[in-house]
């Protein structure tokens, strides 16, 4: 269940995802933590990886972009990585797909603009092993909660709750220098269900990071692709660029894989395609629908407790990736 609550009112209203149901094995939200997806991976590409043979390759550092031929033409792309040798080391390959983050190196020797503008203000991020009683009943799995002095989303995770708080720019002084200025408001916003002292004595680990709204202007230069935060970084509200990365880096990794048969001639315009596709799709779907949530639109406002259809459609497709990966998990054993 997602819940929105306007506080100190106390109105709330509920979106079941059972409606979800015929859609899906899995009509329910999964905060999939990166720890948790990077090991998955793992253990996938090393099942994949022929005997001998790494399916990582740790501790190389991207120095430098060598030929990177146009997409037509069958020469490998070359990349020069620095790792444990004294000289760096050339690498080949068919295509070289840049998912280094929003300082992305690859980027950056392709000399693609990162187009938009960076937020104000950080975000804080809170966790902790348990609320006030009190408090954590009034909270689903997933909870978006408005409050005159600001807005906070809570998620329960596996061993904790993470509470997400966005301190405006006049307070991030006092966010940032120590816990105090998070547990006042926290005893500010949930003041009608428990005292402060109920806040006071929990443990709480914190951290901060900021965000910004940009993207490139292309997804491919050459035989050279981005993707992820590579390619566009977003505020957070409702996990919409982490969820687009997943999407976008499925869809290319089976582009790849339905056009590699044969002479591989028609590889180039099945990713030029691709890339077209995802840029679209990053302009239309992902930036503009970010910045609605960041100018306080509210994504859920469907009434009568029934999703809003293009946010169902997110939670369907986020739902239908875990429908695949669950199958490649059975065809693997």
């Keep these: 269940m997602l819940r929105h609550l ?23 939200r999964l905060h999939l933590e990166q720890h948790w997806l990077c090991q998955l991976l793992l253990e996938r590409l090393n099942q994949l990886q022929p005997a001998g043979q790494p399916a990582v390759l740790w501790g190389q550092e991207l120095m430098a972009l060598g030929n990177n031929p146009a997409p037509n033409r069958r020469e490998p792309i ?18 070289l797909v840049a998912a280094d983050g929003a300082h992305s190196t690859v980027r950056q020797l392709l000399q693609l603009p990162f187009e938009g503008h960076d937020l104000p203000a950080p975000v804080l991020r809170l966790m902790l092993a348990r609320l006030p009683e009190a408090v954590e009943e009034q909270l689903a ?11 906070l989303s809570a998620l329960r995770m596996r061993a904790d709750w993470r509470l997400i708080l966005r301190p405006t720019a006049a307070e991030v002084e006092p966010a940032l220098a120590d816990e105090q200025w998070a547990r006042q408001r926290l005893i500010q916003i949930f003041s009608s269900y428990c005292e402060s002292s109920a806040w006071q004595s929990l443990p709480m680990a914190r951290d901060h990071y900021r965000i910004g709204q940009r993207c490139v202007s292309v997804r491919q230069k050459g035989r050279c692709l981005l993707i992820g935060d590579a390619a566009h970084i977003t505020n957070t509200r409702g996990g919409l660029n982490m969820n687009f990365g997943l999407l976008e880096g499925l869809d290319l990794a089976e582009t790849l894989a339905r056009s590699s048969h044969g002479d591989g001639t028609d590889q180039p315009l099945a990713v030029e395609a691709w890339a077209v596709l995802w840029q679209e799709r990053t302009h239309s779907v992902l930036m503009a629908r970010t910045s609605q949530l ?22 369907l497709r986020q739902a239908c ?6 199958a490649r998990e059975r065809d693997a054993t």
């Design 294 to 315: 960041l100018n306080g639109s509210n994504p859920l406002a469907g009434g009568h407790g029934e999703l809003r259809p293009d946010y169902a459609s997110k939670l």
């Design 78 to 95: 070359e990349v020069w990585v620095m790792g444990k040798a004294p000289q760096p080391q050339k690498l080949t390959a068919r295509w």
């Design 321 to 326: 990736l875990l429908d695949l990966i669950a």
């Design 141 to 151: 799995g997933l909870t978006y909660i408005r409050h005159p002095l600001g807005t």
């Design 6 to 28: 306007e506080l100190p009112s106390g109105q709330r209203r509920d979106h079941s995802f059972a409606g979800l149901k015929s859609h899906t094995q899995h009509p329910f």
